[in-house]
Nanobody, 120 residues
């Protein structure tokens, strides 16, 4: 099994910054795609950013130029640096990791969620 541990959420004023981390542990061979999604109250979960093992990234239009996704393959950890935060960024942020397990199958795993609140 694969466990994901998220950290770094919190309350921040508009224009501020936060950094989320998500570390994968457990029984797996490697991680492939990693990403962050978010869900605001009353809304569907949406993609924020993704990153391949090789470092190719993709962002939602609403966060381009403000958020940066990165990863440390040696630590099986993905990060989301969020700058110039806006009230509309308020949501629960979930990491998603695709991992190849010991049976050589690829599975998607989700973190427990981290609350990010942007408010003055």
């Amino acid at each position: 099994q694969v466990q994901l541990e998220e950290s770094g959420g919190g309350l921040v004023q508009p224009g501020g910054s936060l950094r989320l981390s998500c570390a994968a542990s457990g029984s797996f061979i490697s991680t492939t795609d990693m990403g962050w999604y978010r869900q605001a109250p009353g809304k569907q979960r949406e993609l924020v950013a993704t990153i391949t093992r090789g470092g190719n990234t993709q962002y939602a239009d609403s966060v381009k130029g403000r958020f940066t996704i990165s990863r440390d393959n040696a630590k099986n950890t993905v990060y989301l640096q969020m700058n110039r935060l806006k009230p509309e960024d308020t949501a629960v942020y979930y990491c998603n990791v695709r991992a190849v397990t010991v049976d050589y199958r690829s599975h998607d795993y989700w973190g427990q969620g981290a609350q990010v609140t942007v408010s003055s």
